[in-house]
T-cell receptor
């Protein structure tokens, strides 16, 4: 059974610092990995989708890497801003599957 | 509409009551998912539709949970004889394809069973 773990569960940084969020998964037979952002009381917003054949994806200040063989992905957020405060979740979809398996999320607070 | 719409936004039910949660996906999206999110945790898969066909219901926790999407657009998640452990946020998501397109989530329905 696929298990997805995110460490740390919570993170607090001063504004301007770079954020590094970690995600690990136990079964490397994945089709893709997605990073989501969730604001309190809201649904999830897709940030980046990395295909299993890709090593990284970038969007603005966000960069996500994927090392499928070691079962790891890292989300980097450069020059953090208070508006980046949210919970960040990673999720994987297994090969030939259709449902996402989520990690527990990392709750980020960027202090002004 | 522009996004996935869920209603009601909040639902309080007494234990034993039946509830129905509605999801309006993005127009044209083939795939529709229901997830359950407990406080402080990541969402857990409940069920998946491709058009009107329910292809995977392996995540439904008991036979009290039932989902349908009769015309391949709007979906309803029904919970019969609600229990306190059913209290959670129920999220609906849709995508054009099931496995290779980003999922678009609604804001969820927060269900509280008293």
């Amino acid at each position: 059974k696929q298990e997805v773990t995110q460490i740390p569960a919570a993170l607090s940084v001063p504004e301007g610092e770079n954020l590094v969020l970690n995600c690990s998964f136990t079964d490397s037979a994945i089709y893709n990995l997605q990073w989501f952002r969730q604001d309190p009381g809201k649904g999830l917003t897709s940030l980046l989708l990395i295909q299993s054949s890709q090593r990284e994806q970038t969007s603005g200040r966000l960069n996500a890497s994927l090392d499928k063989s070691s079962g790891r992905s890292t989300l980097y957020i450069a020059a953090s801003q208070p508006g980046d405060s949210a919970t960040y979740l990673c999720a994987v979809i297994k090969a030939a599957g259709n449902k996402l398996t989520f990690g527990g999320g990392t709750r980020v607070l960027v202090k002004p | 509409g522009a996004g996935v719409s869920q209603s009601p936004r909040y639902k309080v039910a007494k234990r034993g009551q039946d509830v129905a949660l509605r999801c309006d996906p993005i127009s044209g999206h083939v795939s529709l998912f229901w997830y359950q999110q407990a406080l402080g945790q990541g969402p857990e898969f409940l069920t998946y539709f491709q058009n009107e066909a329910q292809l995977d219901k392996s995540g439904l926790p008991s036979d009290r949970f039932f989902a349908e999407r009769p015309e391949g657009s709007v979906s309803t998640l029904k919970i019969q004889r609600t229990q306190q452990e059913d209290s959670a946020v129920y999220l609906c998501a849709s995508s054009f394809l099931s496995y290779n397109s980003p999922l678009h989530f609604g804001n969820g329905t927060r269900l509280t069973v008293t």
